[in-house]
């Protein structure tokens, strides 16, 4: 049984489309995130929830909107895509807000938008 | 600004020898700092990490080194083996801000 799934894992769509990449952790954890890793392959935060309630709300446009149902969903909804919305976009859990870094990460959804 | 930094995209070391993944950083508040192994078509999955108070960590055959004065972390891998081939991400964290700064990776190949 995974631990951190993601879906779809492969997403090619047009611009000006609007999608959604799903997320569920069946670790009984708090906290989830969503990372992003660009062209040059840093991953970046982009959001985190902790039992529901966002807590981490980086720089992204507002197109970008994160959505937790319950604890063990993240779901991300990006609306109006743009080329350079394509990446590859990581959800990951932690029991709580992670002071020591050690998080669990799904397997990625890669996202082209041509 | 990146404030984690790998320079070097790739390494190849022979199996049975030691390879040495280099990191450094220029934010002096970080608090841990930790090193994540992927392999490819799955998630980073968490390997070793360091506090920020103490300069040596050990698991296995895994061992963090951190250099405060010179802003510098290594990760060796002794003896190396082809299981070990992936992409080695550094990792830092301030504690009271939750989220991970992540360097740009560096791809280890471990040749039998």
């Known amino acids: 049984d995974t631990a951190v799934s993601q879906t779809p894992k492969y997403l090619v769509t047009q611009m000006g489309n609007d999608k959604s990449i799903k997320c569920e952790q069946n670790?009984?954890?708090?906290?989830m995130y969503w990372y992003k890793q660009d062209s040059k392959k840093f991953l970046k935060i982009m959001f985190s929830?902790?039992?529901?309630?966002?807590?981490i709300n980086e720089t992204v446009p507002n197109r970008f909107s994160p959505k937790s149902p319950d604890k063990a969903h993240l779901n991300l909804h990006i609306n109006s895509l743009e080329l350079g919305d394509s990446a590859v976009y990581f959800c990951a859990s932690s029991p709580g807000p992670t002071n020591t870094g050690e998080l669990f990460f799904g397997e990625g959804s890669r996202l082209t938008v041509l | 600004d990146q404030q984690v930094k790998q320079n070097s995209p790739s390494l190849s070391v022979q199996e049975g020898r030691i390879s040495i993944l280099n990191c450094d950083y220029t934010n002096s508040m970080f608090d841990y700092f930790l090193w994540y192994k992927k392999y490819p078509a799955e998630g980073p999955t968490f390997l070793i990490s360091i506090s920020s108070i103490k300069d040596k960590n050990e698991d296995g055959r895994f061992t963090v080194f951190l250099n405060k004065s010179a802003k510098h972390l290594s990760l060796h891998i002794v003896p190396s083996q082809p299981g070990d081939s992936a992409v080695y991400f550094c990792a830092a964290i301030l504690a009271g801000r939750r989220a991970l700064t992540f360097g740009s990776g560096t791809r280890l190949q471990v040749q039998p």
């Open positions: 670790l009984g954890h708090d906290t």
């Open positions: 929830y902790n039992n529901k309630e966002l807590i």
